[in-house]
């Protein structure tokens, strides 16, 4: 299960919008409760940089997810899991989504934006224990 | 010393650490160093080949080592070593 407060939430699918009709993308920080919930207490803007290709791809570059990632030490967080958007697709993840995911045990959000307004938000949790038998999960989004 | 930050997936194999201090000369040293402490992590830095897995980014500080000597990249005391999965995707 992912926890997200409303305003996080919000400017994910807010971020979504503004991106239209490219893909947003961004990271997701917080903690692990004991009963394996992550709990979002802060999101991170990331630039996409598929320029090539930027309505149907999205790219973190690595130097700023280690900028926000020591950022987010810094505050006691941790990195949780990602969210990007699907201009005009449905909030599901696609092949290429589960073949360039590579973060076992973190949250991958996907809002479905249409016609330029965040529609659907849909969280999947990459399982497994290696590249081999990864998968996407179905999880719950609590907003509250 | 240096410092290796475990990246959340693989802090499993690291018994949790969310760091792992490591004496080293270089990237590859430093590497062997954290593999050699924690060996389970091989197979998820590595290839059967011994190749670094290609969607696995390391930074010196702030640099790609790509970008530097890849893992002939020196490593001094203080220095902070990321190990980086990649983060893409797209409909």
Not at chain 1, 19 to 33: A, F, M, Q, W
Request: a negative charge; proline letters at 5%; glycine letters at 8%.
């Amino acid at each position: 299960m992912l926890k997200v407060t409303p305003t996080h939430y919000a400017e994910i699918r807010r971020h979504g919008e503004e991106t239209y009709p490219h893909e947003c993308c961004g990271i997701l920080l917080g903690s692990t409760d004991e009963l394996g919930a992550r709990i979002v207490t802060s999101t991170a803007r990331c630039g996409n940089t598929r320029t090539d290709s930027p309505q149907n791809r999205y790219n973190i570059d690595p130097k700023e997810l280690v900028r926000i990632q020591r950022e987010g030490r810094e505050r006691g967080e941790d990195i949780i899991g990602f969210y990007h958007s699907h201009p005009d697709h449905p909030a599901q993840w696609s092949p290429t989504d589960l073949a360039e995911a590579h973060w076992l045990g973190c949250s991958y959000v996907i809002t479905r934006v249409a016609g330029g307004k965040a529609d659907v938000t849909n969280s999947f949790e990459l399982t497994g224990t290696e590249e081999a038998d990864k998968a996407f999960r179905n999880e719950a989004v609590e907003v509250g | 010393m240096a410092k290796i930050h475990i990246p959340t997936p693989l802090r499993q194999y690291t018994g949790k650490l969310a760091a792992v201090d490591v004496k080293a000369g270089s990237v590859a040293d430093a590497l062997a160093g954290l593999v050699a402490q924690h060996p389970d992590l091989r197979r998820h830095l590595y290839t059967e080949d011994g190749k670094l897995r290609a969607f696995v980014n390391v930074y010196l500080n702030d640099e790609d080592v790509r970008y530097l000597q890849k893992e002939a990249t020196a490593v001094k005391d203080g220095d902070t070593i990321s190990i980086v999965p990649s983060i893409a995707g797209g409909c």
